[in-house]
């Protein structure tokens, strides 16, 4: 094992400049270790600093984390000004920072064209790693330049990062405050979620995608069961059989899933593939250069040891999902809702008409994709009435399907050519959709309104079922498929293994922060409780609220006695998905304002969690503790309840400890807070954290 840690040390001296980061207690050995680990927290591990001696991360634990890499596209500018108004004025690691333009490069008007000018003359003032418009989609740029690279872990501003899990490289979304915080230290925070095991079996059968696993994943478990996980796949021979490309896309859909990160294993077949990028980089460096992170080196050393990354034997998942590959055929997603998926033998009967197709995004305009559908369109022409848009994920990629001559293929069938980016995926630029009209895309969100007109419908479907469309003018396949349903079961974690817990020391708590917390419950019984509830969208873009006035309104389109109802040192306990809807800063600011110090929930959006922590409200996840208050006040019709009982959190152990009215105690063990967290809320938010460090 001492060789996993060497070759997690080159890993970082490729990636980030400040060796000393990863060394000694920094870096914990895995064999040593007595827990069984999964494969997310053994990258977790290797990632996190200031572990205190003998620590074993585990889900549910707040760790501080030093990415490899963070990257932020078109809301670059946003965090340097963010940056910049902490107090900012040099980034801790250049190498550790990545910025690309993408998502807004159709946009030529000046206030455009001065953002990304900005930006630009920023990074190259800073002299980060900068990929202006047109090169591509940021996440296709991180994986082919080797940014995201196996057994690593990098973050971005932009909620597909899980991606990168598509090469066994732990993505992950941050928000912008975080991003702002790693350009000035390094570093930001991450709780380690609870994590789903997805085992595919069998084989994909011809004409099935990738993306027809991860639109049949989102239909067959379409109820949250993933929501706020993080997703590990398994099971060799299955996954030998997936290209790269499938694995990107699947891991790329994740997010729309709900998980949090979406992690495939370092194998054979994802070896291969290195081989050939560092085959390929290597042709393009000037004679006595290597490229930066791609290199066969890098990749011997990934390859001895890929073993050793996979989860250890008796590691602990939240749930237990599997997939029979072979019992997959071509699937759509929609309309409007990528929980919504339909064998397409089932919705071709339909006979839907179309009007407008998709190639684009960092979900499916791969080499592969771009290719398949090609394929299908070949010798054809697009339908009358319907406009096909394609493009390429990246340069890199068009350059390859114009040398392979399917470029040329879907332009002679009437497709229409856009820049390499975003696009129409997130609504920006030419054709979109407009009231009435139907779409089908190769994109990776279908909600309403994303990609036009909210009065349109939106389908998802793989690269040949689109091109397949845009030939017939209504939704259809290239070929005939089966009907049959996908073979699928979910098993939640035992009681038994979910009360498994580390043996390990308590957590040391700094002198600043409270050992223990308490006071009273106070329940709120609704699930998706948004941040619209909490906090009145009339306020939010008023910059000069006081917090007196924050704490008087805060709850009130949820109820209008909450605050008469509470008081300072209350304990807030709610349903699940917490703080869902907008990323308003001010919903965790307005708890905080009424002296709520603590919000328990069944679940949290992870990104209110992160704007709580990040503003110093803190969050713990306690679903028996929901779901106990809803047995005993299930019969209420007050929408704030003053509950009687009392809650104790004692930090140090990690062990929320519940005392109801008639004498019955009960405890429960919960993630640890470390050391950073703490730090953030004693200085009262990660900005005020990050300026003190300057």
């Known amino acids: 094992m001492v060789a996993l840690t060497r070759a997690f040390g080159l890993h970082a001296r490729q990636t980030v400049r400040s060796a000393h980061l990863f060394s000694g207690s920094q870096r914990r050995l895995l064999a040593s270790t007595k827990t069984p680990q999964t494969a997310v927290e053994k990258i977790v591990q290797q990632y996190a600093d200031g572990l205190a001696p003998g620590k074993v991360v585990r889900s549910g634990d707040y ?39 993408d998502h807004d490069v159709q946009n030529k008007s000046e206030s455009n064209l001065t953002k990304y000018a900005n930006i630009e003359k920023f990074a190259k003032l800073q002299g980060v790693d900068f990929y202006p418009a047109g090169r591509g989609i940021g996440h296709q740029i991180m994986v082919e330049e080797g940014y995201a690279f196996p057994g690593g872990m990098s973050v971005a501003s932009d909620s597909h990062s899980n991606m990168y899990g598509g090469v066994g490289c732990l993505g992950t979304p941050i928000v912008r405050t975080d991003a702002a915080a790693i350009w000035a230290t390094g570093r930001t925070w991450w709780q380690i979620p609870p994590i789903a095991r997805v085992e595919l079996t069998g084989k994909l059968p011809e004409g099935v995608s990738g993306k027809d696993v991860i639109i049949a994943l989102c239909g067959a478990f379409n109820n949250d069961q993933v929501l706020n996980h993080a997703v590990e796949f398994v099971g060799f021979e299955a996954i030998k059989g997936l290209t790269v490309d499938d694995r990107l896309a699947i891991a790329n859909m994740t997010t729309e899933w709900g998980a949090l990160a979406g992690l495939f294993p370092v194998d054979t077949t994802l070896i291969q593939w290195l081989r050939q990028r560092a085959d390929r980089h290597a042709s393009r460096q000037s004679e006595g250069n290597s490229h930066p992170r791609v290199t066969h080196e890098r990749v011997d050393a990934l390859e001895k040891e890929m073993e050793s990354m996979k989860a250890d034997e008796g590691a602990i998942y939240a749930k237990r999902l599997t997939l029979d590959l072979s019992s997959l055929t071509p699937h759509v997603a929609g309309p409007n809702s990528v929980k919504i998926s339909t064998p397409l033998s089932e919705l071709a009967k339909a006979d839907i008409k179309v009007n407008k197709a998709y190639l684009v995004s960092c979900t499916n305009s791969r080499i592969s994709d771009l290719v398949s559908a090609a394929e299908v369109i070949k010798g054809k022409k697009v339908a009358e009435g319907v406009e096909f848009y394609i493009a390429a994920a990246s340069s890199e990629v068009q350059a390859d399907a114009e040398a392979l001559g399917a470029w040329k293929d879907l332009i002679d069938a009437g497709a229409k050519t856009l820049p390499a980016g975003c696009g129409p995926c997130i609504g920006l630029g030419t054709g979109l959709l407009e009231d009435g009209e139907v779409g089908i895309s190769a994109t990776n969100r279908n909600f309403k309104g994303r990609m036009g007109s909210r009065d349109a419908l939106a389908y998802l479907a793989s690269p040949a079922v689109v091109a397949a469309s845009a030939v017939a003018g209504k939704i259809v396949g290239p070929a005939e498929y089966p009907d049959v349903k996908p073979t699928v079961s979910i098993e939640a974690a035992t009681p038994a293994a979910a009360a498994v817990v580390e043996e390990a020391a308590t957590t040391e708590i700094l002198p600043s922060f409270p050992e223990v917390i308490e006071g009273e419950i106070v329940w709120c019984d609704a699930d998706n409780l948004n941040t619209d509830a909490i906090y009145p969208g009339k306020y939010t873009y008023q910059d000069d609220v006081p917090r007196e006035k924050m704490a008087e309104v805060c709850m009130e389109n949820y109820d209008t006695d909450f605050h008469g109802k509470t008081k300072k040192n209350d304990i807030l306990v709610a349903g699940y998905n917490f703080g869902c809807g907008s990323s308003r800063e001010q919903a965790a600011v307005a708890i905080l304002s009424r002296g709520i110090p603590v919000v328990l929930a069944g679940s949290f959006s992870d990104v209110y969690k992160r704007n709580a ?68 809320y004693c200085e009262g938010g990660l900005e005020k954290w990050t300026k003190s460090r300057l």
Request: glycine share 6%; with cysteine; proline share 4%.
């Open 63 to 101: 760790v501080s984390i030093r990415p490899a890499h963070c990257m932020s596209h078109d809301n670059s500018w946003p965090v340097a000004t963010k940056f910049m108004a902490i107090g900012a004025t040099k980034i801790h690691d250049n190498r550790q920072v990545v910025m690309t333009l």
């Open 613 to 680: 922590i990040n503003n110093a409200l803190l969050c713990v996840d306690m679903p028996s503790l929901t779901e106990k208050l809803r047995q005993s006040f299930g019969g209420s019709k007050e929408l704030t309840k003053r509950t009687g009982w009392k809650v104790q959190w004692d930090v140090k152990t990690s062990t929320v400890k519940i005392f109801e009215p008639s004498g019955e105690e009960w405890s429960e063990k919960v993630g640890e807070l470390g050391r950073f967290v703490q730090e953030i």
